[in-house]
């Protein structure tokens, strides 16, 4: 599978950015997505994930609330809804796809995990 993000821009705290990973490739439903976030001088953090079937999802403490993830698999793509964003969210965001036997398996927040990942789209929150 190949992934594709998009979404990214420029915002004030406490607005809200939806960024979206497209897919490319068959079976989307039999792969986990992952968001992941790299900020300037820090570690790729995890974010959030989506099981295939998307019943199942996983979040970051730091998102848990404000954050949400879903997909929709027959248009082959993955949301991140991201609301009442704060300064500390500034990243280059990633999306990250991992094969899995069940559709509703936990999707794992390890990323190396995950075998497919997509270029980053940046997400600046001003103050």
């Known amino acids: 599978v190949q992934l594709q993000a998009s979404g990214g821009g420029l915002v004030q705290a406490g607005d809200s950015l939806r960024l979206s990973c497209a897919a490319s490739?068959?079976?989307?439903?039999?792969?986990?997505v992952g968001w992941f976030r790299q900020a300037p001088g820090k570690e790729r953090e995890f974010v959030t994930a989506?099981?295939?079937?998307?019943?199942?999802?996983d979040y970051a403490d730091s998102v848990k609330g404000r954050f949400a993830i879903s997909r929709d698999n027959a248009k082959k793509l993955v949301y991140l809804q991201m609301n009442s964003l704060k300064p500390e969210d500034t990243a280059v965001y990633y999306c990250?796809?991992?094969?899995?036997?069940?559709?509703?398996?936990?999707?794992?927040?390890?990323?190396?995990?995950?075998?497919?990942w997509g270029q980053g789209t940046l997400v600046t929150v001003s103050s």
């Open positions: 990250a796809g991992r094969l899995t036997a069940l559709s509703n398996i936990t999707p794992g927040s390890q990323a190396t995990l995950y075998n497919y």
């Open positions: 989506v099981s295939g079937s998307g019943v199942t999802t």
């Open positions: 490739g068959r079976s989307f439903s039999s792969y986990a």
